[in-house]
């Protein structure tokens, strides 16, 4: 699933091409990525004629906020993506959404798998309030962080990864992270010490800064693609995540892989303790 610097590349992609345009037209193909609408046509009609003030972002959601004062929330899932293509030119398979503006590309969700929706909301969009801080937006600081952490009893890792604590993290850069701060994953949150949470929200914040640089990471099935259907570059940079065999790049011992909190967590077994 796209983490944080996925979509914010897509976000950045999409407000460099489409922010002061027009929706003239909008069109749905599948009725499931507007599940939250009980009528999907009617919500889609309420796109058409509204212009794009800016897109936003929310963790791992895309918010295009209109000038009516709504927000269309985007969220890709497992296998969603938002493509370009010239108006009249072939659509992909898979194409649920397409919206047509004043001037310029369609702008497309596709999503083979259907985990992936759209949908209308509010200006404080709501349904998104449980989400806990922006790693790259809200400097909290080293010291903010040792008092979230403070007392927790939850490893490390699947804390990174919950989203109701800080947002955008997923199982890819929990790992590049925490290998890169030297902490293992399956510490006790509230175990670590100062210069350790130091190193993790350092390490936090240089991981997903080099990510959204790089414009994401792209995985051997190369489903994350960015508007032009390029794949990211960040992958050729991963320390740990999927490198299960290979030599850690900081001490040479060999990368391991665990099954942990419901999924394949890679960690070097020196490095970070």
């Given at each position: 699933m796209p983490e944080l610097p996925e979509v914010e590349t897509v976000r950045r992609d999409v407000d460099a091409l489409f922010t002061g345009r027009t929706i003239v037209d909008a069109a749905v193909g599948g009725p499931r990525t507007l599940r939250r609408h009980a009528d999907p046509a009617a919500a889609v009609a309420r796109l058409r004629?509204?212009?794009?003030?800016?897109?936003g972002?929310?963790?791992?959601?895309?918010?295009?906020?209109?000038?009516?004062?709504?927000?269309?929330?985007?969220?890709?899932?497992?296998?969603?993506?938002?493509?370009?293509?010239e108006a009249g030119s072939p659509r992909q398979a898979h194409t649920h959404l397409v919206l047509t503006w004043d001037r310029g590309p369609e702008l497309r969700f596709v999503d083979p798998r259907t985990f992936g929706q759209v949908w209308l909301t509010?200006?404080?969009?709501?349904?998104?309030?449980?989400?806990?801080?922006?790693?790259?937006?809200?400097?909290?600081?080293?010291?903010?962080?040792?008092?979230?952490?403070?007392?927790?009893?939850?490893?490390?890792?699947?804390?990174?990864?919950?989203?109701?604590?800080?947002?955008?993290?997923?199982?890819?850069?929990?790992?590049?992270?925490?290998?890169?701060?030297?902490?293992?994953?399956?510490?006790?949150?509230?175990?670590?010490?100062?210069?350790?949470?130091?190193?993790?929200?350092?390490?936090?914040?240089?991981?997903?800064?080099?990510?959204?640089?790089?414009?994401?990471?792209?995985l051997a099935d190369e489903q994350y693609r960015d508007l032009a259907g390029r794949i990211g570059g960040y992958q050729l940079r991963h320390r740990v995540y999927g490198r299960d065999g290979l030599p850690c790049r900081r001490c040479g011992t060999p990368i391991l892989r665990a099954k942990a909190y419901g999924r394949s967590t890679w960690y070097c077994p020196v490095c970070q303790h």
């Amino acid at each position: 699933m796209p983490e944080l610097p996925e979509v914010e590349t897509v976000r950045r992609d999409v407000d460099a091409l489409f922010t002061g345009r027009t929706i003239v037209d909008a069109a749905v193909g599948g009725p499931r990525t507007l599940r939250r609408h009980a009528d999907p046509a009617a919500a889609v009609a309420r796109l058409r004629g509204r212009r794009l003030e800016s897109a936003g972002r929310r963790g791992k959601f895309l918010l295009l906020r209109l000038d009516s004062g709504e927000v269309a929330v985007v969220h890709l899932g497992m296998s969603g993506q938002l493509r370009v293509g010239e108006a009249g030119s072939p659509r992909q398979a898979h194409t649920h959404l397409v919206l047509t503006w004043d001037r310029g590309p369609e702008l497309r969700f596709v999503d083979p798998r259907t985990f992936g929706q759209v949908w209308l909301t509010s200006a404080a969009v709501p349904e998104l309030a449980h989400l806990g801080f922006e790693p790259l937006d809200e400097p909290i600081g080293w010291r903010g962080l040792e008092q979230r952490l403070a007392g927790r009893r939850t490893r490390i890792k699947p804390l990174l990864m919950d989203q109701r604590f800080v947002a955008g993290i997923g199982n890819i850069y929990s790992d590049e992270i925490l290998w890169s701060a030297g902490v293992a994953h399956d510490r006790e949150a509230g175990s670590l010490g100062g210069p350790e949470v130091q190193a993790v929200y350092r390490s936090m914040r240089s991981v997903l800064s080099a990510a959204v640089r790089l414009r994401g990471s792209s995985l051997a099935d190369e489903q994350y693609r960015d508007l032009a259907g390029r794949i990211g570059g960040y992958q050729l940079r991963h320390r740990v995540y999927g490198r299960d065999g290979l030599p850690c790049r900081r001490c040479g011992t060999p990368i391991l892989r665990a099954k942990a909190y419901g999924r394949s967590t890679w960690y070097c077994p020196v490095c970070q303790h």
